[in-house]
């Protein structure tokens, strides 16, 4: 087997490369509203780690569980460093992370990709949240409106323009740019007159 292979989690399994691809806008409020999400730990703590041979087995070791304290991307970086070469010329299929003082856990592989994917995508999440939460407030649109907004997926690109590939969650981020809201209450009131 390939260290890409063993690496690389199931493409069904939450925080996959493949869950963010397909999740829509409702997937996105879910999580927020069931609570399902992990927290990202500060910043160096990760206090010591060591790769291992022992192949993890306990579901705890292999997904990412709802609530889950998990370590920022930072700490991660120097043990992703290391993880292909170990794979190959030590046969390590595991690490152990020190958290903190006390706190001791082993991860497979491919729970590092899952960490680093949710880490990747958390800000995105956010700003997807707030852009729904933002839409239902303003009553920019009627509710058959708000619930197809909530079809489309959360990583799509932009629909009509054609020549970006800017996913639908960058929306968010432009929450607090007063010209945004201008532009679209002037293009509303043009469509409604």
């Not at 509203?33 to 010591?48: A, E, G, M, Y």
């Not at 990747?120 to 839409?135: F, G, I, W």
Request: hydrophobic content about 40%; overall charge negative.
């Amino acid at each position: 087997m390939s260290y890409a292979e063993y690496s690389t989690p199931h493409h069904q399994t939450r925080f996959s490369g493949e869950f963010f691809n397909t999740i829509t806008l409702a997937d996105v409020e879910s999580l927020f509203q069931n609570d399902v999400l992990p927290h990202v730990l500060p910043r160096d703590s990760v206090t010591k780690w060591n790769l291992d041979r022992t192949v993890p087995s306990a579901i705890a070791e292999i997904v990412v569980a709802a609530g889950e304290e998990i370590p920022c991307y930072h700490d991660l970086r120097p043990i992703f460093e290391t993880l292909e070469k170990a794979f190959y010329d030590e046969g390590m299929s595991s690490v152990c992370l020190q958290i903190g003082k006390q706190q001791i856990v082993r991860y497979h592989f491919s729970k590092l990709r899952l960490i680093v994917n949710y880490n990747n995508h958390e800000y995105n999440l956010l700003v997807a949240k707030r852009l729904l939460d933002r839409v239902h407030d303003s009553n920019l649109l009627s509710p058959n409106l708000i619930a197809e907004l909530k079809l489309n997926r959360f990583a799509e690109p932009l629909a009509g323009f054609k020549v970006t590939e800017t996913p639908l969650y960058t929306l968010g981020s432009m929450l607090d740019e007063r010209w945004v809201l201008e532009d679209v209450l002037n293009a509303r009131a043009e469509f409604l007159y």
